[in-house]
């Protein structure tokens, strides 16, 4: 086995090694931008849109189920309107108006998240940056 680091390791596997915490973190490198005070904070980066689509295809089985269960004609009033339409398009429009309105919300969520990350983002940079020193 050779002392140089870039010859590849053959053999039966080291043993883990258990080490210190307080020993590696006396090693380490401490970088300029690093300051003891600082606080990592965990930042949501995903919308979710595998689990979104789970439970929409979980939520719509029975939906379908009910609504072609409810067929009958129904009569329906708004304002001076009036008229008979079946249940089922009835629930189907409320459905579809609530999923809509539902999605519009959540992009307006979404966006101002990802304009907070992105200043988060633009804040931390301008922190790194060692102050100049007048010349």
């Known amino acids: ?5 870039d010859e590849p390791v053959t053999g039966a596997p080291n043993p883990p090694v258990e ?5 590696t973190l ?21 919308t979710g ?3 979104g689509l789970i439970l929409g295809i979980v939520l719509s089985i ?11 004609s ?19 429009v409320t459905v579809i108006a609530t999923i809509v309105i539902d999605e519009l919300i959540g992009l307006a969520v979404r966006s ?9 983002q633009e804040l931390e940079r301008l922190r ?3 102050p100049r020193s007048p010349t």
Not at 1 to 5: A, E, F, T
């Open 26 to 46: 006396a090693v380490e490198p401490v970088s300029q931008s690093a300051s003891p005070e600082r606080v990592v904070e965990r930042v949501p980066t995903g």
């Open 112 to 120: 101002r998240r990802r304009k907070a990350i992105a200043e988060r």
């Open 74 to 92: 129904v009569t329906i009033n708004f304002l001076a309107w009036t008229g008979q339409v079946p249940l089922v398009a009835v629930l189907g």
């Open 1 to 5: 086995m050779s002392d140089k680091p």
């Open 128 to 130: 790194s940056v060692p």
């Open 49 to 51: 849109l595998r689990w």
């Open 62 to 72: 029975p939906l379908v189920v009910f609504l072609a269960q409810n067929t009958q």
């Open 19 to 23: 080490v210190d915490p307080a020993a």
